[in-house]
């Protein structure tokens, strides 16, 4: 394949990264502004759970800081792939979380802010599950973005992946 068809070829993929960006912050800041506004029963609630319970004042604070510095990473460019990854470890452990107490947890105490609390366990699960996969693909589509840049910095898409 000559190098001249590569230039060719478009970042297919930049447009979807950003698709994939803003439902992140927007659910990271969602997610962490409802924590913080409802941060007395957020407390509350996750100190009943058998897993955190003993941690409840300090992760009703540092869970949504977590969840808004997360949207901020994926939000600055030069930063993204670092939310990115941070927001595959952040749904990985609260998808985790979920499903210990979706199978062990004979009382399941609801600490989700906002609209989420009116998912079922399992429908909030399925919900973490499809973030988790949207996190993966948009880490995967930001490192094959990056890399296509890189081989070909001369191209239109070039430019639009450095503003990005």
Request: a positive charge; one cysteine or more.
């Amino acid at each position: 394949m000559s190098s001249s068809c590569t230039m060719k070829k478009p970042i297919y993929s930049f447009w979807l990264i950003e698709i994939i960006a803003a439902l992140l912050i927007f659910l990271f800041v969602y997610a962490g502004i409802s924590k913080l506004q409802e941060q007395a029963g957020f407390r509350a609630v996750i100190s009943h759970s058998p897993l955190i319970g003993s941690i409840a004042i300090v992760l009703s604070w540092l869970l949504p800081s977590i969840e808004l510095l997360t949207a901020i990473l994926i939000l600055i460019p030069s930063t993204r792939y670092w939310g990115f990854l941070a927001s595959i470890i952040l749904m990985t452990i609260f998808t985790g979380y979920i499903g210990y107490m979706i199978l062990f947890a004979k009382h399941l105490p609801c600490s989700c802010g906002g609209v989420l609390k009116q998912l079922s366990w399992n429908q909030h699960l399925k919900f973490n599950m499809f973030f988790v996969a949207l996190s993966i693909a948009g880490l995967w589509l930001y490192r094959k973005n990056r890399l296509f840049i890189a081989i070909n910095p001369g191209t239109a898409e070039a430019s639009r992946g450095r503003q990005a």
